[in-house]
């Protein structure tokens, strides 16, 4: 069926919007990057840079603690989604799979994790991690991290499980496939596009957090992104050039990792298993 | 191969009876087609065989090994389902061999072993493509293959053939009757389409609301059924089912003498099962299309109906005959004849020909 003139221009102009919407931003931060201060600080914007310099880089990863938060918050933020996904997957997969009492209950009742603002289980976390010995390390934010992450990641993978044919499980089972193999080998072959989204968001929730991070981590030398780079902002003075390189240089994993996994967000992923 | 055994077995989901307790024994190299309505429990009767469903009650053996408690990868069966349910994201190789693997086969055997079952079904040139990357009934036939390297001791089908159009269907018929003779092996197949049924079995096994209605060669079914039920499912147009009357028997008191009013019949004579029984009062006549001939002189017609819908089938023409608003009778003539909408049609009915059935049901 044709579409009509009319309704194409309302919705190319509808998706221009919103692609406008959610990239300006993002060009403001990566082009003001390159500009030169006098730029960034202009009175009339310029959209397209005029100058161009890699000076607000140089002084980043020269002159500040920059590379140091920037490894943290990898080793965090991959740790976390790593830990989120060997924990989500069996349990969400028991969730689907087994029948036992309170099962739905239990299943509701981890969503209470983000009943509370963090700000509010803050302090007795903090002082049970005190006691643990776990302030200022990275572990502890891992842990506060997986805590966050893992109900949400349960919900979402086990829809993904349950979008499965139940005839691919049996059809493993009657194989003389033993549930864990039917889970490695079958299972999760199959949620690949679940397992990556949950992968990503765990990664991206870890990779922004900055409450915990602003609380439990002491020491400079253990800082987050987040948390460090609101440092080299400056107290007093916004270097807009600085802040700009930075936010630029924290967007690049999350793109990275979004190019890496993105290939498993392919639909259709058990298109052929039935009918 | 094996003999399997069903003892006093049922189903209840909760409350909910499935299968009644029933019992069931299905001879070695035995074609089984469990046949019945939807929801008349037929999938789950075979996913309790296949150990997917607990039985609730009762001894399933194979082999006369009780493998009621047993894993169903330890009972030496093997399934195709309906929805052939490949895995998406293996080949064909692969899928066929997973199994084989589960069991600790050594790789260079699994080759030899999935080689000649895809020899078997002509998927040697397939092996290596995904399930999406093949027709419905290349699908089915991994499937099957799935099923045969493990070289099972049952071969449990479930609708099978029910997700592929009309064509291929009767194609993959042929095939897996072809594969039961070079197989040799116990097949327990279950299908709501009684032609699949009448075709593949050897022996049927009508179910009807989790009971066993009849059991029996499909010849048997169809010349002999026990009840209005089996009598109405096995055949194709169904069998004319009417109200009738019993007036008294014949000289030889081997056939009952019955009033069909729709019809305007009187006196029709019909053999009785069990001819020393005492039968009178309401009856129902049952009569194949088949049974219905055309007279080819009115005179010597039985009765004539008027002729409502048509369909010619080149073979064969069955022609839809209303006696009243609610029931349509059919017969089935030569395909010579033709005719026209409205025309009264004289009838004879073929000698020694229907069925006398109670007011519960059961055959007279």
């Known amino acids: ?58 002084k980043l990863l020269s002159a500040s603690d920059y590379l140091t938060y920037l490894v943290n918050s990898v080793f965090v933020s991959v740790l976390s989604a790593l830990v989120t996904l060997v924990l989500a997957i069996p349990a969400s997969y028991a969730f689907f799979r087994l029948t036992f009492r309170g099962r739905e209950t239990l299943y509701r009742i981890i969503l209470l994790a983000y009943a509370f603002p963090s700000i509010v289980v803050l302090i007795p976390l903090f002082a049970t991690f005190a006691r643990l010995g776990l302030v200022d390390t990275r572990l502890a934010l891992v842990l506060v991290n997986v805590a966050f992450a893992l109900p949400f990641a349960i919900w979402m993978l086990r829809s993904f499980f349950a979008s499965i044919p139940r005839e691919i499980e049996e059809a493993a089972r009657l194989d003389g496939g033993a549930p864990l193999t039917v889970l490695l080998r079958i299972m999760i072959p199959l949620t690949a596009p679940g397992i990556a989204a949950v992968a ?53 994993p999350v793109v990275l990792l979004f190019a890496l996994i993105g290939r498993w967000f392919v639909t259709g992923l058990t298109e052929g298993a039935v009918k | 191969m094996a003999v399997t055994q069903l003892q006093q077995v049922s189903k209840a989901f909760g409350p909910v009876k499935v ?89 260079p055997e699994r080759e030899v072993l999935v080689g000649k079952a895809a ?58 009757a072809k594969l039961h003779r070079e197989l040799g092996v116990t097949m327990i197949y279950v299908t709501h389409d009684q032609v699949e049924a009448m075709t593949l ?77 005492d039968v009178q009062g309401a009856v129902t006549f049952g009569i194949r ?15 004539t109906m008027t002729c409502e819908i048509v369909e010619d089938l080149g073979s064969s023409v069955f022609l839809y005959n209303t006696t009243s608003r609610e029931n349509a009778v059919v017969a089935e003539l030569p395909r010579a004849t033709n005719p026209g909408h409205g025309e009264r049609v004289p009838y004879r009915i073929a000698p020694d020909a229907g069925f006398v059935f109670g007011t519960d049901g059961k055959r007279l």
């Open chain 1, 1 to 58: 069926m044709r579409r009509p003139l009319r309704w194409s221009i309302a919705l190319a102009a509808g998706l221009l919007v919103l692609a406008a919407l959610i990239g300006l931003p993002f060009w403001w931060v990566v082009s003001g990057a390159f500009k030169a201060p006098q730029e960034i600080i202009a009175r009339v914007p310029t959209f397209f840079p005029q100058s161009f310099t890699l000076e607000h880089f140089e």
């Open chain 2, 289 to 303: 299309p088949e049974d219905l001939i055309l007279a080819d002189d009115p005179a010597k017609a039985d009765f």
């Open chain 2, 119 to 176: 020899a078997t079904l002509q998927l040697e040139a397939l092996l290596d493509r995904k399930p999406k990357q093949l027709s419905g009934g290349q699908r089915q036939r991994v499937a099957i293959g799935r099923a045969i390297v493990r070289d099972p001791k049952v071969f449990l089908f479930d609708e099978p053939l029910s997700n592929l159009d009309a064509e291929l269907r009767a194609q993959m018929r042929l095939e897996i």
């Open chain 2, 201 to 277: 079995a050897t022996r049927i096994v009508v179910l009807r609301d989790g009971r066993i209605e009849q059991i029996g060669p499909p010849s048997e079914l169809y010349a002999n059924p026990d009840n209005t039920f089996v009598a109405g499912f096995i055949g194709s147009p169904r069998m004319n089912l009417l109200e009738g009357r019993i007036i008294g028997k014949d000289p030889t008191g081997r056939k009952a003498l019955i009033d069909v009013p729709s019809l305007q019949l009187s006196g029709v004579p019909v053999p009785l099962r069990n001819p020393g029984a």
């Open chain 1, 200 to 252: 990503i968001f765990a990664f991206v929730t870890s990779w922004t957090e900055y409450v915990f991070a602003s609380v439990m981590i002491l020491s400079d030398a253990k800082r987050t992104i987040p948390v460090g780079f609101s440092g080299i902002i400056g107290q007093y003075q916004v270097d807009w050039g600085l802040l700009l390189a930075g936010a630029s240089l924290a967007i690049l």
């Open chain 2, 19 to 107: 299968i009644e307790p029933l019992d069931l024994t299905v001879e070695r190299s035995e074609f089984l087609v469990v046949v019945g309505p939807s929801g008349c429990g037929k999938s789950t009767l075979l996913r309790m065989i296949a150990g997917l469903e607990e039985a609730t009650s009762g001894t399933i053996l194979i082999d006369g090994e009780d493998v009621t408690r047993k894993e169903p990868s330890e009972r030496g069966v093997a399934m195709v389902f309906q929805t052939y349910a490949l895995y998406p994201h293996m080949t064909v190789r692969d899928n066929m061999a997973f199994g084989l693997e589960m069991a600790g086969v050594k790789k």
